[in-house]
């Protein structure tokens, strides 16, 4: 059974709409006698003319093209403005099927609504006139169609499309919601997508102005699936009901079905009211935890649209910055030759490569000319973000990494180091062992820092962290590195590494204030709403060099980063451990930081001749495994 449809329960019923906006119609024609040809050429010429059609009020004429999609009352067409030759969507709504007053109101009620609408993210109104057959309201004309359509071609979207696709979604919805109008029908059949890739939200037909709730309307509109528990109780329809038909649309674009579809419209209704539905393991834990709090039964419980954009699943996730018109029928190729890749290559080689020597495993000559060429490399502007396939059986599980350019790309010396084994070199060096539970804690005088939050926002500024001495940092989305200090007051900015400008926030230069303000956004920010992620104890050697971060790569499962002095450290969402890998005194130190954020510092030597966690062992595989594939 198909319920899939816009419905509306009221004092009158609506004929059924079509799920895509933009379907084709199909003509049938009724049996008639055989014609001659003089009425043929007649009929045709009537048909021509009717194609024509003309607004009294300014002349302009148009010519009506190939229906695009239908709904209750009106059918869409493609109209051409014969003066200007560009394109509309127009909306056509015979007098006959709006000749009762209730009928009419509700478009007029549509045309005011939509008419004062303007966003990028909104289908734009043009105007509005009629003639004594039709009404007829010309829209933006979207040539990519519908969600509804790409969803159809393509069965399933990937994470980054989708959360391509909710950024401008939530942009729209949030607009609407500022002019206080509830959009009471969204599905991905009235999200429509141009020329550009840009999607737009349209079709206001249910959209009402948003009420006081002793004042809502306690009317059930929508289409059955997307129907929240408050409206199917009748208690009237508010920003959450468009919150949660948005976790519908999520739900819908990642599994390629919507979450209450049932074979009966009695039974969906009865697991909408439950919030009940199944929750795929293939989804990653961030889809999971953002679509389960926009379907919360509870519609105060369900996010703002600015706590969507803030969740996880975006800060943690790479979005891209366009799409190409192949992802309407294909799965897009996020995958890009990286300009770093010698630069990773050695980052590689120096923290995992070298000899098989078990005392030099890591040798400081390695790190020592890697640090050597960083101090030459400067931080510049950032590439577009990558999805890199999976690779390896041990590898990141459908890895999609993500991460900024730290500069120039260095000229490989070290190509003599195998790549190819690195991961069985990894094994035999640290000599590792599924049979040890722990690793004894040494004691030792450690003055490393590390970091303790941090949060995603390269889609708009950059990337933030905290340090545990309680320094923020930020890469900029153009290369640029601004830290703040602990006192809050003093700012080193690089453009290069190694250069550094000192200041404070009172007297930044002129060019350095707007960077300075989002500085200091994230780390009140982070300070406001992020915890520390361990209890290492806060030691810092004031005679070392300031630590600021080179690069960052983010996969499906964890976040690495990469600092000036060498310092190299993976957080892993999941669970919340943590590895970091550090240069004290010409010795190099490994922590882990367990799930009940716990730390363990030991010695790389010691791992030489003593067995560690098999946790610890496949989250040392998991990272090497992450920076191999961002070498190649």
């Keep these: 059974m198909d319920i899939l449809r816009t419905i509306t329960h009221h ?77 509309y969507a127009a909306k056509i709504i015979p007098h006959t099927r709006v000749s009762k007053p209730h009928q009419r109101e509700k478009i007029d009620r549509e045309i005011e609504l939509h008419r004062a609408l303007h966003h990028k993210h909104i289908v734009h109104f043009y105007h509005h006139f009629e003639d004594k057959d039709n009404i007829y309201i010309l829209l933006e004309y979207c040539s990519r169609r519908s969600l509804a359509h790409i969803l159809k071609a393509r069965k399933v979207l990937t994470e980054p499309e989708v959360r391509y696709y909710l950024r401008q979604i939530v942009s729209g919805l949030k607009y609407l919601h500022e002019q206080e109008i509830l959009h009471r029908d969204l599905k991905l059949g009235n999200f429509f997508i141009n020329e550009s890739m840009e999607l737009k939200v349209g079709d206001f037909g249910l959209a009402a ?45 990642l599994l390629g079905r919507p979450p209450f579809e049932t074979t009966n419209l009695k039974e969906t209704y009865r697991c909408i009211r439950e919030a009940r539905y199944s929750m795929p393991s293939s989804l990653s834990p961030q889809a999971k935890h953002l679509i389960s709090s926009m379907l919360a039964k509870n519609p105060m419980d369900r996010p703002q649209l600015d706590d969507i954009l803030r969740h996880d699943f975006f800060c ?109 070199l990894l094994i035999i060096h640290f000599n590792l062992s599924f049979t040890a539970n722990n690793i004894s804690k040494e004691s030792m005088n450690s003055s490393f820092q590390w970091v303790t939050k941090w949060v995603d926002y390269s889609n708009k500024y950059g990337f933030g962290y905290q340090l545990s001495d309680h320094t923020v940092g930020v ?81 499906d499962r964890a976040l690495m980063m990469l600092f000036n002095d060498g310092t190299f450290q993976v957080n892993f969402y999941h669970d919340h451990t943590k590895i970091i890998l550090c240069n004290q005194s010409e010795e190099y130190l490994l922590t882990y930081i367990n799930e009940d954020r716990v730390s363990t510092t030991v010695r790389l030597s010691t791992l030489l001749v003593s ?22």
């Excluded at 495993?361 to 400067?378: A, F, G, V, W």
């Excluded at 200090?485 to 000192?502: F, N, P, R």
């Excluded at 090497?624 to 594939?629: G, I, K």
Aim: glycine share 8%; with cysteine.
């Design 11 to 87: 004092h009158h019923h609506h004929q059924p709409v079509n799920n895509g906006k933009m379907c084709e119609h199909t003509h049938h024609r009724p049996t008639e006698r055989r014609r001659g040809k003089s009425e043929d050429n007649n009929a045709h010429a009537t048909q021509e003319m009717s194609r024509i059609i003309t607004d009294s009020a300014t002349g302009k004429c148009y010519c009506r093209g190939k229906v695009l999609g239908k709904g209750g009352f009106a059918k869409c067409y493609e109209f051409t403005d014969l003066s200007t030759g560009k394109m």
């Design 209 to 253: 102005k948003l009420e006081p709730v002793e004042n809502r309307r306690r009317t059930i509109c929508g289409t059955p699936n997307y129907l929240s528990p408050e409206v199917l109780n009748k208690q009237g329809h508010g920003c959450e009901s468009d919150v949660w038909a948005l976790g519908c649309v999520m739900y819908t674009m």
């Design 316 to 424: 943690q996730g790479f979005t891209p910055d366009r799409l190409s018109a192949n992802c309407c029928h294909a799965a897009p190729d996020l995958h890009h030759t990286s300009p770093a890749k010698s630069f990773f290559k050695k980052a590689a080689a120096a923290l995992f490569g070298g000899k098989k020597d078990k005392a030099k495993y890591l040798e400081t000559q390695n790190i020592n000319r890697l640090c050597l060429d960083l101090r030459k490399t400067s931080i510049s502007p950032q590439p577009c973000r990558q999805t890199l396939e999976r690779r390896g059986h041990r590898g990141p599980s459908a890895a999609r990494l993500s991460g900024e350019h730290a500069g120039r790309c260095i000229s490989d010396d070290l190509n003599a180091i195998g790549f190819s084994n690195a991961k069985s």
């Design 475 to 555: 890469l900029f989305n153009n290369g640029t590195h601004m830290s703040l200090l602990s006192d809050k007051k003093t700012v080193h900015y690089y453009a290069e590494l190694g250069q550094c400008s000192v200041f404070s926030t009172t007297e930044a230069p002129e060019q350095f204030v707007g960077q300075v303000t989002i500085l200091k956004y994230f780390s009140h920010y982070m300070e406001e709403n992020l915890m520390d992620g361990g209890d290492l104890p806060n030691v810092t050697d004031a005679g070392k060099p300031r630590l600021y971060l080179l690069q960052w790569l983010k996969s």
């Design 611 to 632: 067995s560690c966690s098999a946790d610890l062992r496949s989250r040392m595989d998991y990272a090497l495994n992450m920076l191999l594939q961002r070498c190649n």
